[in-house]
């Protein structure tokens, strides 16, 4: 069991995030909240992979396949397809972590030291005729990759492991309407009484005149009793904007945001 480490893994919200996951989440992130991106997980390898599990190295010497894997990525998507590409979210705390998939049949792929930071797809690739060891593919945001080789074990070398998180998390839920003329690139929101301990990213995208989008992230359980945060927009024309006014992110279940003469301004509910 690993040992004086925060929440590494856990699945959010995006099942299908295929896109979103070869887009800028900001290079050089010091904030104090959970940091998250998303991957696209792309099986090559000859198998149905049924598992997958992303989880810190060991600060202790512990063994990969004796450590806490976290939750099964796969399970948690909710997603039936076990071959091809599919979305998954990371908590991502430090830059390399181990990934180990669990096949069909029981099978274990094994990789050690894989580095994730600003990573948008991993693609695993092996064929058993072949005779050489499964390899993971690491594609980076800036078009670089990395090979990582790993290890495969048969069925049975690898226990199954009870996630126990060290600290709890809960979810934000509330939906976003953008009322203005402006398509809106990013939202976020900091704490009103602390707004240098950095942003929490709520949305990074398109989201155009007229649409809404749905929020929901995770924080540390201790974050709900901070109940005033600011909002943060930038538009895709360049426009930034910080407001004054401040809001309750746990109690709220919408934010309309408005545009009166290129002023913009929002409304809870």
Not at 49 to 60: G, K, M, Q, T
Not at 65 to 88: A, C, F, H, W
Not at 109 to 127: H, I, Q, R, T
Not at 140 to 150: L, N
């Amino acid at each position: 069991m690993m040992k004086q480490l925060l929440i590494f893994i856990s699945l959010i919200i995006l099942t299908l995030m295929l896109l979103v996951g070869c887009e800028d989440n900001t290079g050089d992130d010091t904030r104090q909240y959970i940091d998250t991106i998303g991957v696209v997980f792309t099986n090559n390898a000859d198998d149905i992979i049924n598992e997958l599990y992303v989880f810190p190295i060991s600060i202790d010497g512990t063994p990969i396949l004796e450590q806490d894997m976290g939750p099964d990525l796969i399970k948690n998507t909710g997603s039936t397809r076990r071959i091809g590409s599919y979305g998954v979210t990371i908590e991502l705390q430090y830059s390399s972590y181990n990934v180990m998939a669990r096949g069909r049949q029981k099978d274990i792929y094994v990789f050690g030291n894989v580095p994730l930071s600003n990573v948008c797809e991993a693609v695993l690739n092996f064929d058993r005729e072949s005779g050489k060891r499964p390899s993971l593919t690491i594609i980076h945001r800036d078009g670089t990759t990395d090979i990582v080789a790993g290890d495969y074990l048969v069925p049975g070398d690898a226990p199954n492991h009870t996630h126990v998180p060290l600290r709890n998390t809960v979810t934000v839920q509330f939906t976003v309407n953008n009322n203005t003329n402006s398509e809106v690139v990013f939202i976020s929101m900091r704490e009103a009484d602390d707004p240098d301990k950095g942003e929490v990213e709520l949305f990074i995208g398109t989201l155009g005149a007229s649409e809404a989008v749905a929020i929901n992230y995770r924080l540390f359980e201790e974050d709900m009793e901070i109940t005033d945060w600011l909002l943060v927009i930038k538009t895709a024309d360049g426009i930034s904007k910080q407001f004054e006014n401040k809001f309750n992110p746990w109690e709220i279940t919408q934010i309309d945001l408005t545009e009166t003469d290129g002023e913009f301004s929002f409304l809870t509910s």
